[in-house]
Protein backbone atom coordinates (compact mmCIF):
# COMPACT_ATOMS: atom_id res chain seq x y z
CA UNK A 1 0.00 0.00 0.00
CA UNK A 2 1.57 3.08 -1.20
CA UNK A 3 -0.04 6.11 0.91
CA UNK A 4 0.13 9.83 0.59
CA UNK A 5 0.49 12.69 2.92
CA UNK A 6 -1.58 14.26 4.46
CA UNK A 7 -3.51 11.23 5.99
CA UNK A 8 -5.79 11.59 9.15
CA UNK A 9 -4.76 9.97 12.28
CA UNK A 10 -8.63 8.93 14.14
CA UNK A 11 -9.34 6.04 16.41
CA UNK A 12 -12.95 4.34 16.63
CA UNK A 13 -14.04 2.55 19.75
CA UNK A 14 -16.23 -0.40 18.79
CA UNK A 15 -17.62 -0.52 22.45
CA UNK A 16 -19.32 2.77 21.49
CA UNK A 17 -21.49 3.98 18.48
CA UNK A 18 -19.25 5.43 15.52
CA UNK A 19 -19.35 8.52 13.44
CA UNK A 20 -18.91 7.91 9.51
CA UNK A 21 -16.10 9.28 8.10
CA UNK A 22 -16.27 11.92 5.43
CA UNK A 23 -12.67 13.26 3.62
CA UNK A 24 -11.35 16.48 4.40
CA UNK A 25 -10.32 18.44 0.85
CA UNK A 26 -6.57 17.65 1.02
CA UNK A 27 -6.86 14.02 2.50
CA UNK A 28 -5.42 10.93 1.12
CA UNK A 29 -6.47 8.72 3.13
CA UNK A 30 -6.37 7.74 6.67
CA UNK A 31 -4.84 5.73 9.80
CA UNK A 32 -7.33 4.17 12.22
CA UNK A 33 -6.53 2.84 15.49
CA UNK A 34 -9.21 0.45 16.54
CA UNK A 35 -9.85 -0.14 20.26
CA UNK A 36 -12.81 -1.76 22.13
CA UNK A 37 -12.32 0.63 25.55
CA UNK A 38 -9.38 0.66 26.81
CA UNK A 39 -8.15 -2.24 25.00
CA UNK A 40 -6.27 -1.72 21.55
CA UNK A 41 -6.91 -3.80 19.21
CA UNK A 42 -5.17 -2.99 16.35
CA UNK A 43 -4.87 -0.47 13.07
CA UNK A 44 -5.97 0.17 9.72
CA UNK A 45 -5.26 2.09 6.64
CA UNK A 46 -7.68 3.58 4.15
CA UNK A 47 -6.80 4.57 0.98
CA UNK A 48 -9.48 7.78 -0.30
CA UNK A 49 -9.61 5.84 -3.64
CA UNK A 50 -10.87 3.10 -2.11
CA UNK A 51 -13.42 4.92 -0.21
CA UNK A 52 -13.86 7.99 -2.43
CA UNK A 53 -17.55 9.02 -1.06
CA UNK A 54 -16.11 8.09 2.47
CA UNK A 55 -17.52 5.10 4.98
CA UNK A 56 -21.01 5.20 6.85
CA UNK A 57 -20.79 4.72 10.78
CA UNK A 58 -21.89 1.17 9.65
CA UNK A 59 -19.40 0.34 6.82
CA UNK A 60 -16.33 1.75 9.21
CA UNK A 61 -17.73 -0.83 11.76
CA UNK A 62 -18.26 -3.76 9.36
CA UNK A 63 -14.65 -3.14 7.87
CA UNK A 64 -12.77 -2.98 10.85
CA UNK A 65 -14.57 -5.98 12.37
CA UNK A 66 -13.78 -7.50 9.14
CA UNK A 67 -10.19 -6.89 9.06
CA UNK A 68 -9.41 -7.47 13.00
CA UNK A 69 -12.37 -9.87 14.10
CA UNK A 70 -9.85 -12.57 15.68
CA UNK A 71 -7.87 -9.80 16.92
CA UNK A 72 -11.21 -8.09 18.61
CA UNK A 73 -12.31 -11.56 19.61
CA UNK A 74 -8.72 -12.54 20.97
CA UNK A 75 -9.23 -9.14 23.85
CA UNK A 76 -12.71 -10.16 24.64
CA UNK A 77 -12.14 -13.82 25.75
CA UNK A 78 -8.79 -12.22 27.41
CA UNK A 79 -11.13 -9.86 29.63
CA UNK A 80 -13.43 -12.70 30.43
CA UNK A 81 -10.85 -14.29 31.24
CA UNK A 82 -9.41 -12.02 33.65
CA UNK A 83 -13.08 -11.02 35.41
CA UNK A 84 -13.27 -14.93 35.80
CA UNK A 85 -10.02 -14.57 37.92
CA UNK A 86 -11.59 -11.95 40.45
CA UNK A 87 -8.39 -9.73 40.72
CA UNK A 88 -10.37 -6.89 41.75
CA UNK A 89 -9.40 -3.63 40.27
CA UNK A 90 -5.30 -2.76 40.36
CA UNK A 91 -4.22 -0.57 43.32
CA UNK A 92 -2.90 3.40 42.85
CA UNK A 93 0.77 2.75 41.55
CA UNK A 94 3.93 4.57 43.52
CA UNK A 95 4.90 6.39 40.27
CA UNK A 96 6.56 9.41 39.02
CA UNK A 97 6.08 10.17 35.54
CA UNK A 98 9.04 12.10 34.28
CA UNK A 99 9.55 14.52 30.97
CA UNK A 100 13.33 15.09 30.15
CA UNK A 101 12.89 18.51 27.74
CA UNK A 102 15.00 20.88 26.87
CA UNK A 103 13.77 23.83 24.38
CA UNK A 104 10.49 22.77 23.24
CA UNK A 105 8.11 24.24 25.57
CA UNK A 106 4.98 24.22 23.40
CA UNK A 107 5.32 20.48 23.03
CA UNK A 108 5.96 20.33 26.83
CA UNK A 109 2.62 22.31 27.75
CA UNK A 110 0.92 19.23 25.40
CA UNK A 111 2.81 16.66 26.65
CA UNK A 112 1.84 17.50 30.07
CA UNK A 113 -1.84 18.53 29.51
CA UNK A 114 -1.99 14.47 28.33
CA UNK A 115 -0.46 13.26 31.29
CA UNK A 116 -2.51 15.42 34.10
CA UNK A 117 -5.42 14.42 31.43
CA UNK A 118 -5.38 10.84 32.25
CA UNK A 119 -4.58 11.48 36.30
CA UNK A 120 -7.89 13.31 35.86
CA UNK A 121 -10.24 11.01 34.37
CA UNK A 122 -8.64 7.96 36.59
CA UNK A 123 -8.50 9.64 39.85
CA UNK A 124 -8.63 5.84 42.31
CA UNK A 125 -5.47 5.31 40.17
CA UNK A 126 -3.92 8.78 40.40
CA UNK A 127 -3.68 8.88 44.10
CA UNK A 128 0.18 8.05 44.60
CA UNK A 129 1.33 9.82 41.31
CA UNK A 130 3.41 12.61 40.48
CA UNK A 131 4.59 14.35 37.17
CA UNK A 132 7.86 15.74 37.56
CA UNK A 133 9.86 17.76 34.63
CA UNK A 134 13.80 17.49 34.18
CA UNK A 135 14.63 20.70 32.35
CA UNK A 136 17.91 19.41 30.74
CA UNK A 137 20.42 22.39 30.08
CA UNK A 138 18.28 25.43 29.53
CA UNK A 139 19.36 28.14 27.02
CA UNK A 140 16.31 30.41 28.84
CA UNK A 141 13.66 29.89 31.27
CA UNK A 142 10.78 28.98 28.83
CA UNK A 143 10.62 25.52 30.11
CA UNK A 144 10.25 26.56 33.62
CA UNK A 145 7.13 29.61 32.81
CA UNK A 146 5.49 26.49 31.10
CA UNK A 147 5.71 24.19 34.04
CA UNK A 148 4.72 27.34 36.04
CA UNK A 149 1.18 27.28 34.92
CA UNK A 150 0.93 23.65 36.73
CA UNK A 151 1.26 24.07 40.11
CA UNK A 152 1.10 19.80 40.56
CA UNK A 153 3.73 19.58 38.40
CA UNK A 154 7.38 19.40 39.87
CA UNK A 155 10.53 21.19 38.05
CA UNK A 156 14.19 20.62 38.22
CA UNK A 157 17.04 21.29 36.39
CA UNK A 158 19.61 19.21 34.90
CA UNK A 159 22.47 21.46 34.23
CA UNK A 160 24.56 18.54 32.08
CA UNK A 161 23.50 18.20 28.34
CA UNK A 162 22.85 14.68 27.62
CA UNK A 163 18.73 12.62 27.64
CA UNK A 164 20.72 10.16 30.37
CA UNK A 165 22.10 12.92 32.37
CA UNK A 166 18.52 14.69 32.75
CA UNK A 167 16.80 10.61 33.04
CA UNK A 168 19.77 9.61 35.70
CA UNK A 169 18.67 13.45 37.42
CA UNK A 170 14.93 12.16 37.57
CA UNK A 171 16.24 8.37 39.45
CA UNK A 172 18.28 10.70 41.95
CA UNK A 173 14.48 13.32 42.61
CA UNK A 174 12.50 10.09 42.25
CA UNK A 175 10.87 9.10 45.44
CA UNK A 176 8.20 6.60 44.53
CA UNK A 177 8.49 2.56 43.60
CA UNK A 178 8.40 2.94 39.74
CA UNK A 179 9.21 5.89 37.19
CA UNK A 180 7.88 6.56 34.10
CA UNK A 181 9.38 8.25 31.19
CA UNK A 182 7.70 10.17 28.42
CA UNK A 183 9.08 12.12 25.20
CA UNK A 184 8.25 15.92 25.06
CA UNK A 185 6.86 15.25 22.00
CA UNK A 186 4.65 12.42 22.96
CA UNK A 187 1.07 12.56 24.14
CA UNK A 188 -0.08 10.08 26.65
CA UNK A 189 -3.61 8.58 25.65
CA UNK A 190 -6.53 8.68 27.83
CA UNK A 191 -6.39 5.11 29.47
CA UNK A 192 -1.92 5.20 29.81
CA UNK A 193 -2.49 5.14 33.52
CA UNK A 194 -4.76 2.28 33.68
CA UNK A 195 -2.41 0.54 30.97
CA UNK A 196 0.58 1.24 33.65
CA UNK A 197 -1.47 -0.05 36.61
CA UNK A 198 -2.85 -3.10 34.97
CA UNK A 199 0.90 -4.10 33.26
CA UNK A 200 2.04 -3.66 37.42
CA UNK A 201 -0.81 -5.61 39.12
CA UNK A 202 -0.47 -8.50 36.61
CA UNK A 203 3.76 -8.41 36.56
CA UNK A 204 4.70 -7.38 39.97
CA UNK A 205 7.92 -8.47 39.27
CA UNK A 206 8.40 -6.46 36.14
CA UNK A 207 11.49 -4.63 36.06
CA UNK A 208 10.39 -2.38 33.05
CA UNK A 209 7.10 -1.55 31.54
CA UNK A 210 7.34 -0.68 27.91
CA UNK A 211 4.27 0.91 25.43
CA UNK A 212 2.61 1.32 22.29
CA UNK A 213 3.86 4.74 20.31
CA UNK A 214 1.97 5.47 17.42
CA UNK A 215 2.01 8.40 15.46
CA UNK A 216 0.01 11.92 16.80
CA UNK A 217 0.05 13.22 13.29
CA UNK A 218 0.88 11.78 9.17
CA UNK A 219 0.86 15.45 7.70
CA UNK A 220 4.06 15.16 5.48
CA UNK A 221 5.87 12.87 3.48
CA UNK A 222 8.26 12.43 6.28
CA UNK A 223 6.10 11.46 8.98
CA UNK A 224 4.13 8.81 6.74
CA UNK A 225 7.36 7.60 5.36
CA UNK A 226 8.74 7.01 9.59
CA UNK A 227 5.10 5.19 9.99
CA UNK A 228 4.90 2.63 7.19
CA UNK A 229 8.74 2.28 7.36
CA UNK A 230 10.20 1.77 10.58
CA UNK A 231 7.07 2.12 12.57
CA UNK A 232 7.95 2.68 16.72
CA UNK A 233 4.75 0.24 17.23
CA UNK A 234 5.99 -3.07 18.73
CA UNK A 235 2.06 -4.76 18.25
CA UNK A 236 -1.30 -4.88 19.87
CA UNK A 237 -0.51 -8.03 22.21
CA UNK A 238 1.31 -8.02 25.55
CA UNK A 239 5.02 -9.30 24.83
CA UNK A 240 7.02 -10.54 28.01
CA UNK A 241 10.94 -10.31 27.62
CA UNK A 242 12.93 -12.21 29.75
CA UNK A 243 16.39 -14.12 29.74
CA UNK A 244 16.41 -16.32 26.82
CA UNK A 245 14.05 -15.79 23.85
CA UNK A 246 14.25 -18.82 21.53
CA UNK A 247 14.71 -18.72 17.61
CA UNK A 248 16.51 -15.34 18.11
CA UNK A 249 20.03 -15.63 17.58
CA UNK A 250 20.59 -11.68 18.18
CA UNK A 251 18.29 -11.70 21.42
CA UNK A 252 18.84 -9.59 23.53
CA UNK A 253 20.98 -7.25 21.65
CA UNK A 254 18.18 -6.51 18.94
CA UNK A 255 16.59 -4.86 21.97
CA UNK A 256 14.70 -2.28 20.05
CA UNK A 257 12.33 -4.50 19.44
CA UNK A 258 11.40 -4.30 23.21
CA UNK A 259 10.00 -0.12 23.19
CA UNK A 260 11.33 2.84 23.18
CA UNK A 261 12.83 5.71 25.16
CA UNK A 262 9.62 7.56 24.41
CA UNK A 263 7.01 5.36 26.19
CA UNK A 264 9.28 3.34 29.46
CA UNK A 265 8.38 2.62 33.31
CA UNK A 266 10.89 1.03 35.31
CA UNK A 267 11.57 -0.01 38.85
CA UNK A 268 13.25 2.56 40.68
CA UNK A 269 15.43 0.21 43.04
CA UNK A 270 16.34 -1.84 39.94
CA UNK A 271 17.49 1.22 38.04
CA UNK A 272 19.42 2.41 41.03
CA UNK A 273 20.77 -1.52 41.05
CA UNK A 274 22.38 -1.28 37.42
CA UNK A 275 23.86 2.34 37.66
CA UNK A 276 21.12 4.25 36.57
CA UNK A 277 21.92 4.81 32.26
CA UNK A 278 24.95 5.02 30.35
CA UNK A 279 25.83 8.99 30.70
CA UNK A 280 28.31 8.46 27.26
CA UNK A 281 24.45 7.85 25.28
CA UNK A 282 22.29 9.77 24.45
CA UNK A 283 24.45 13.01 24.24
CA UNK A 284 24.06 14.29 21.36
CA UNK A 285 27.21 14.19 18.54
CA UNK A 286 29.18 11.66 18.85
CA UNK A 287 26.19 9.37 20.19
CA UNK A 288 22.98 10.99 19.75
CA UNK A 289 21.05 7.72 20.96
CA UNK A 290 20.79 4.29 22.40
CA UNK A 291 19.94 4.54 25.98
CA UNK A 292 17.14 3.28 26.00
CA UNK A 293 18.15 0.05 24.12
CA UNK A 294 21.14 0.04 26.08
CA UNK A 295 18.83 -0.25 29.40
CA UNK A 296 17.06 -2.94 28.17
CA UNK A 297 19.94 -4.93 27.24
CA UNK A 298 21.01 -4.52 30.42
CA UNK A 299 18.12 -5.55 32.34
CA UNK A 300 17.48 -8.19 30.52
CA UNK A 301 21.37 -9.77 30.92
CA UNK A 302 20.50 -9.46 34.47
CA UNK A 303 17.81 -11.92 34.09
CA UNK A 304 14.65 -9.21 34.94
CA UNK A 305 11.34 -9.16 33.73
CA UNK A 306 10.55 -6.55 30.51
CA UNK A 307 7.00 -6.09 29.37
CA UNK A 308 5.47 -4.56 26.74
CA UNK A 309 2.12 -3.86 26.90
CA UNK A 310 0.30 -2.13 24.14
CA UNK A 311 -2.48 -0.25 26.86
CA UNK A 312 0.23 1.97 27.83
CA UNK A 313 0.14 4.02 24.72
CA UNK A 314 1.32 7.23 23.57
CA UNK A 315 0.83 9.18 20.18
CA UNK A 316 4.16 10.06 18.92
CA UNK A 317 5.39 13.94 17.26
CA UNK A 318 7.43 12.12 14.00
CA UNK A 319 9.95 14.43 12.19
CA UNK A 320 8.30 16.51 9.40
CA UNK A 321 11.15 16.69 7.32
CA UNK A 322 12.64 14.24 5.43
CA UNK A 323 16.75 15.93 6.52
CA UNK A 324 15.44 15.42 10.22
CA UNK A 325 14.45 11.93 9.54
CA UNK A 326 17.53 11.07 8.12
CA UNK A 327 19.18 12.42 11.06
CA UNK A 328 16.93 10.19 13.17
CA UNK A 329 18.02 7.35 11.19
CA UNK A 330 21.61 8.25 11.16
CA UNK A 331 21.55 8.13 14.68
CA UNK A 332 19.73 5.40 15.15
CA UNK A 333 22.23 3.44 12.91
CA UNK A 334 25.12 4.75 15.61
Given amino acids: MALKAPLRVMEIDLAAPLEPLAWQPDENGAHVLVRHGMDLVGRIWLERSAHPDGLTAEALEALARQKLGVELTRRLLY????????????????????????????????????????????????TNVEILIVDNAPPDDATRDVVAEFPDVRYVREP????????NRAIAECSKAYIAYIDDDAIADRYWLCGFAEAAQHYPGAACITGAVLPAALETPAQVYCEMSTSFLKG?????????????WLYPCNSVQMGMG???????????ACGGFDEALDTGPPLGGGGD???FYRLIRMNKLIVYEPGLMVAHEHRREIQALRKQYFNWGL
Fill in 293 to 295: LDI
Fill in 160 to 167: VPGLDFAR
Fill in 262 to 272: ANMSFRVGILE
Fill in 79 to 126: RELIAGLDLGPPPPPSLTITVCTRNRPAMLRRCIESIRATCAQHPELA
Fill in 236 to 248: FERIRYVTDRWGD
